[in-house]
């Protein structure tokens, strides 16, 4: 959890057009809610001091169909330029007292708030922290406040692990139990994740 003397943002990345599913992935039904409703339960439970959610593919539904009580909504028309576009424009509403950026993603359910706890925890005074899963790095991710301009400047899908790969040794990679969370990008995937989170089995594609 946020420490009491350091502000923290949260930022959900939930923009995607969902080009390989077909449908908003976002709106899929996922325990008692969508997949989105999941993410950001879990992003309210690590209590951030500022809670962002980046949208724009399917952004009227969203807005409509997803409980974002307590939420700051950012709408990003750019969203077909990948990920860090959503960073951008996530960065413009970022609190200014803000220190740490908390970076998560909208369409990776298997995330909880303990593992984002930890990242804060490890991060410290640091620049970067990553999650070291069983089987490698992923999301959350967490920033000082001395590299919102790099996040800023951003471009394309991966340009986020470039930059953790700029930073080299200075990442703290913090131990979570388990393999990296599932990203539900296929019908495959979701179908993956609700066999995974106990979520309704009875969704029609």
């Not at 999941?38 to 399917?58: P, Y």
């Not at 131990?175 to 969704?203: K, Q």
């Amino acid at each position: 959890m946020p420490s009491p003397d350091r502000f923290v943002t949260g930022l959900v990345l939930a923009a995607g057009g969902s080009s390989r599913l077909g449908r908003p992935k976002q709106l899929l039904p996922y325990g008692s809610g969508t997949l989105l409703d999941h993410v950001l339960e879990t992003a309210r439970e690590c209590a951030f001091d500022q809670l962002l959610c980046v949208i724009g593919g399917g952004a009227p539904e969203v807005r409509s169909a997803v409980d974002v009580s307590g939420v700051q909504l950012v709408e990003n028309p750019e969203f077909g330029e990948g990920c860090s576009s959503s960073i951008a424009a996530a960065l413009g509403a970022v609190d200014p007292r803000s220190e740490v950026l908390v970076l998560m993603l909208g369409d990776q359910p298997g995330v909880s708030s303990s593992s984002v706890a930890a990242l804060l925890d490890g991060l410290g005074d640091g620049p970067v922290a990553a999650c070291a899963y069983t089987d490698g790095r992923g999301h959350p991710l967490a920033f000082g406040r001395a590299v919102f301009g790099e996040l800023a400047e951003l471009h394309g899908d991966k340009a986020v692990w470039k930059l953790l790969d700029r930073y080299g040794d200075e990442v703290v990679d913090v131990p979570v139990e388990g393999p990296i969370p599932r990203d539900v990008d296929t019908w495959e995937d979701y179908e993956a994740a609700l066999g995974e989170g106990g979520a309704p089995s009875a969704v029609r594609r």
